[in-house]
């Protein structure tokens, strides 16, 4: 346990992270929480809170999550706000609000209730990118690959600026290739932005339609590459998701959350 508290102290507290190490573990036992009382309400158990309502209107639990990033928000520009315990506080709030938020990026995106359809899917997504994100920043890694470059000299700002515009479009090249995943942790890795890139494009993105032509062996390949990859992959990260986050069904159900 000492030696715990000590390598707590050492990489969090001096480090000057405690604040986005508390947004982190907030980020994560909020979303743990609110997906158990969603399948809670789901599974139709009787002593467990239901959704909350106005009149006929469903309250989801969005509203709540961006309730929270704006207080949050607000309040980090406030002088206090600058000083610890607030600083910790208004953090671990952000996360709270962050990840209410993320748990319904489906619904966001498509402007609809699909929380328990198969584009719910998409929230869960959105999740996992979040904490992986924010897991690589309280490692201390930081955005572009710049950590260990640079300094004060003209050629250092030079290092910096050459590394953000090359990671960038990486990640840019990434993205139009369908590399979401790739792309996004790329903002932080290099290397993932790197292999995101020089990968084959999946057969829906903007890059396909672009540089494969119809029916050409590119096409052909990136097709074949997708369909290896959703049987080896998708279908087990699918079962990781249904696990924590509960089961999609083809059709929305009635709101949840």
């Not at 748990?103 to 959105?126: M, N, P, T």
Request: include cysteine; proline fraction near 4%; aromatic fraction near 10%.
């Amino acid at each position: 346990m000492d030696v715990l508290v000590e390598l707590y102290r050492t990489q969090i507290i001096d480090t000057g992270k405690q604040a986005l190490f508390l947004l982190l573990v907030a980020f994560i036992v909020t979303f743990l929480f609110i997906r158990f009382s969603v399948r809670m309400i789901r599974a139709g158990v009787s002593w467990w809170p239901g959704n909350i309502s106005s009149g006929d209107v469903h309250v989801h639990h969005v509203v709540f999550g961006m309730v929270c990033m704006l207080v949050a928000g607000l309040l980090a520009f406030a002088p206090a706000g600058w000083e610890s315990p607030w600083w910790e506080i208004l953090g671990a709030l952000f996360g709270i609000g962050a990840a209410l938020v993320l748990d319904e990026f489906a619904l966001i995106l498509h402007l609809e209730d699909v929380y328990w359809s198969e584009r719910g899917r998409k929230s869960v997504d959105a999740v996992v990118l979040g904490a992986a994100v924010t897991a690589l920043l309280v490692l201390g890694v930081l955005p572009f690959g710049i950590d260990g470059i640079g300094g004060d000299t003209a050629l250092g700002r030079w290092a910096y600026v050459i590394a953000i515009v090359v990671d960038g479009a990486l990640v840019l090249v990434a993205f139009l290739k369908g590399r979401l995943w790739l792309g996004v942790l790329g903002l932080l890795v290099v290397l993932f932005a790197l292999i995101g890139a020089v990968r084959l494009a999946r057969p829906e993105s903007p890059w396909a339609r672009w540089r494969y032509q119809p029916g050409s062996r590119r096409q052909q390949r990136a097709v074949d590459r997708a369909r290896r990859h959703d049987v080896r992959w998708r279908r087990l990260k699918h079962r990781v998701f249904d696990a924590v986050a509960g089961r999609p069904h083809i059709e929305p159900e009635q709101p949840t959350g």
